[in-house]
Structures are given as C-alpha cells and as structure tokens.
C-alpha cells in the first residue's frame, strides 16, 4: 500500500475551522475511494470517485463534507466547520480500475488522522 | 449500512497455534479481499480472491472463496507475535458503476509469545 499517498499524517483544527485531506492515488489508478474509521470499530465507506466525477456518495454526510478528485493534481476531502465527532482517522485507496478481477482490489495508504479541539 | 459478519470479533493465541477466522454475507460476492491493520496504520492487503472456490495462499496464510460465494475464510498457521493485529475481510459484487466494498468489523488478534 506504500503507492498511495496521504496527507497530512495528523492534523489538528479547532471547531468550526476547515480541514483539507488529500491523496494521491497508487500509479496507474483511476479510482479513489475515502473511508472512516473511528476509534476501536471498523471502516465506514464515504465516497467514491474517479477522475473528475462522483460515482457513489451515499456515505458522506450530507452537510460539511465534499470530495473532488480533479483531472489534475490529487483528491482531496473537504470538511468545512468541524466539529468534536469529526475526530477520526480518513483512509483514502485507490484501484485500477476496469472489469472483474485485480481490477477490483483496492489499496489503502496509511491514513490521515484528524483531531478536533 | 450492509455489513459482513466476521467472526471471531477477537482471538488470543499461544505463539505457534493455528489461527482461523471467517466472514460470511447474505448477498453473493464476485470478490473477496482480507486486509490487515495495525495501530496507527492503514490496512494492508493480504489476499484477494475473484472466483469462487479459489484457495489461495501468502506464506502462512491461506484463504478461500466460498463455494456459494457468500463466504471466505482466512487461516494462518504457526502464529508468530508479529501476527498481532486487526484482520478485515471485505466483500463485493460489481454491478456497473457499484464498486462499494462491503466490510466485516473486524478480528482482533493477539498472539501470546
């Protein structure tokens, strides 16, 4: 999972500050995906997207958070006005791509970890 | 939202002991993938598996789509400390732009050396 890039590794904001995560996708991937994770539970799909398009959304809240994955450049996910429960640990992967099979198998980078103050 | 039941939720060992764990969904999957976390890290792939009745396997561990391919299992032999860890199965079935992994919550692993 070394290929995709996350950053920042850890960030700090104050409520009603904004953060920005971004993720560059492993070489050659097309499709990015961001997750949740809270303390102690598991992964929680937010959304997918490929290059310049949002394909599935259905687990982003649907207030203060968007993401973009342009032609250029990496993704990013936007959390405009945190709040304390923002507080989590965003994991972005990455796939190729394409039909059926290895194309469907997804790299995760080593997480961004927000805390809220 | 849908989840997969992965079980056992934790695990604790003796170093060298054989370890299995399974997850299991009401839906049929055409892939099954197994990753595992440690602390602090983001989940690494173990295995992944596109047809059901693969085997397949990655040094000491071995996992398996099921033959109904509403199922996988993952097993690792002769357990070593460095197994310590969160395990995550996942799960999906491509249907056009349906790409969405399906996750089980989790084995947590400890390994007593």
């Known amino acids: 999972n070394a290929g995709v890039m996350q950053n920042p590794r850890h960030l700090v904001r104050r409520r009603g500050q904004e953060a920005r995560l971004r993720c560059s996708p492993m070489?050659?991937?097309?499709?990015v995906y961001w997750y949740r994770q809270l303390p102690e539970e598991g992964l929680k799909f937010m959304v997918y997207?490929?290059?310049?398009?949002?394909?599935?959304e259905s687990g982003m809240p649907k207030e203060r958070f968007s993401a973009e994955f342009p032609k250029e450049g990496p993704s990013i996910l936007r959390i405009q006005q945190v709040v304390r429960g923002d507080s989590a640990a965003y994991f972005c992967?990455?796939?190729?791509?394409?039909?059926?099979?290895?194309?469907?198998?997804?790299?995760f980078g080593e997480g961004s970890w927000l805390t809220v103050v | 939202g849908q989840q997969l039941n992965q079980s056992p939720q934790s695990m604790f060992i003796q170093e060298g002991e054989d370890v299995s764990m399974n997850c299991t969904s009401s839906?049929?999957?055409?892939?099954w993938l197994w990753y595992k976390q440690d602390p602090g890290e983001g989940p690494v792939l173990l295995i992944a598996?596109?047809?059901a009745g693969e085997l397949t396997s990655n040094g000491r561990l071995t996992a398996q789509f099921g033959i109904t391919r509403k199922d996988s299992f993952l097993n690792i032999s002769a357990s070593i400390p460095s197994d310590v860890g969160i395990y995550f199965c996942a799960g999906r079935f491509n249907a056009g732009n349906n790409r969405k992994l399906i996750w089980g919550l989790g084995t947590s692993l400890a390994v007593n050396p």
């Open positions: 992967a990455s796939s190729p791509g394409g039909g059926a099979g290895s194309g469907n198998t997804i790299y």
């Open positions: 070489k050659g991937h097309s499709h």
């Open positions: 839906s049929i999957f055409n892939t």
């Open positions: 598996l596109y047809k």
């Open positions: 997207l490929q290059k310049e398009n949002i394909i599935d």
